[in-house]
């Protein structure tokens, strides 16, 4: 998959959940890897906010960014809204610190930048596939929530409020693909002894019985009643059979859980970075989507910290020449794809690879564009592996190697001529009956530009 930007600017105008100021937010096209930011265009210097878990300050009332002296509020939607349609790139602009609640969904979102167009651009999408069980738990507030590996994204919500009106509810979608027509239009909720402390205390001044869904789960008097339609401006408002406050019709059975999956998507979002997990969520809310997000996003930089950058120095003398890797493998011109190998442990190998312009392949890939083949790239790694597993036995010339699998294969930058490519293979376990499981790395500089999961057999001729 590669990433995606919007075709061109669209902007949307609402007012403000909590301060009721009226806001124009325009979503604008971004290049590859620019990520999600937000920009203040009222505040001098219009500063930039990253859409980044880590820049979190409040979650009180929905989840708050600052950064660079800038703050914006209740981002959650807008954030759902861009995951929803797998849009890595754009850059939002904003002219107060809190985006329009519309109607408390993601939908008006979620139209405007369908319709402006989705914008497919050079660079792929890089996922991160969770490795094991991530757990985060909240025993005062019992809330429980798991990622687990899957080659997907799919998410569980179950909310249970103790509330005879709301009851215990679950929502679940199996794809993002599912998030525009399950999921975007569900509005937000909160009760009604939440509503009027709310409004005591200065807050959703734009709120209205249109972009939120008040659930009444007592007995509420006349005057009550009066007093809220006070509040709101509003001629009458009355308590449906449902217990929703004035509201015709909810738009699913279980809308309040399909909202917060909405928010769940939100927040995770702002890891940064597009997860393959199965998310499973009991009671979520701001605060704990934001501390899953967090530890997520620990993991994520842990691993790729992991893969640490070789250094080359041309001028040391190599571990084994040219001449030496020729006696150990099998191939020859032009198939031979590692001149030098560098470093060797236990358990590791460095090599090099020079790309020149001479080599063969370049002929016809492509003619005046020369791009080295993603499997010339992966089958020098495996050369590489090689060497490392025949320098374990006596007589290497009387082995071969073959593949059996290759994982996780991911070209993340073109290898050119010019270029020197740089190996990294580490064993993954042991080796057992010739069959042995690598990682590789392959690198031009401190560019990670390869990678792949490696098995293969070493066989006697």
Known sequence: MKQTTIKKAVSVEGVGLHTGQIVTMTFTPAKDNYGIRFQRVDLPGQPLVDADVDNVVD????????????RIATVEHVMASLAGLEIDNCL??????????????????????????????????????????????????????????????????????????????????????????????CRTFCFLHELELLYNNGLIRGGDLNNAIVIVDRVIEDSELDSLAKMFNKPKVEVKKEG?????????HNEPARHKLLDLIGDLAL?????KAQIMAARPGHAANIAFGKKIKALIKKTRSSIKVPKYDP??????????????????????????????????IIAIKNV??????????????????????????????????????????????????????????????????????????????GICVMKGSAFVGDRLVCEAELMAQVIKK
Not at 59 to 70: D, P, V
């Open 59 to 70: 979650t009180s009332r929905g989840t708050t960014l600052e950064q660079n002296g800038a």
């Open 92 to 185: 939002i602009q904003i002219n107060a610190g809190e985006t329009p609640i519309m109607d408390g969904s993601s939908r008006f979102f979620m139209k405007a930048l369908k319709d402006t167009g989705i914008q497919e651009l050079e660079t792929e999408r890089e996922y991160f596939s969770v490795p094991q069980n991530i757990y985060y738990t909240e025993t005062d507030r019992n809330v429980e929530m798991i990622a687990m590996p899957l080659d997907d994204y799919r998410l569980t919500v179950m909310v249970d409020y103790n509330s005879p009106v709301l009851g215990s509810q679950h929502a679940s979608i199996t794809s993002l693909k599912e998030f525009e027509t399950d999921i975007a239009s």
């Open 244 to 252: 929703i406050l004035n509201n015709v019709d909810l738009r699913f």
């Open 271 to 275: 890891i940064g970075t597009p997860i």
């Open 315 to 348: 001028n040391k003398a190599p571990l084994y020449t040219a001449e030496v890797i020729e006696r150990m493998l099998p191939h020859r011109f032009p198939f031979l794809l590692v001149d030098k190998i560098l470093e060797m442990g236990q358990n590791h």
């Open 356 to 433: 020149t312009f001479n080599e063969p392949f370049f002929q016809g890939h492509f003619p005046g564009n020369p791009v080295m083949p993603g499997v010339l790239i992966i089958e020098a790694m495996a050369q590489s592996g090689g060497v490392l597993i025949l320098s374990k036995v006596e007589d290497p010339q009387n082995y071969n190697t073959y593949f059996m699998k290759i994982d996780n294969a991911k070209f993340k930058d073109k290898v050119i001529p010019g270029d020197t490519l740089v190996f990294r293979l580490d064993l993954t376990g042991p080796i057992r009956r």
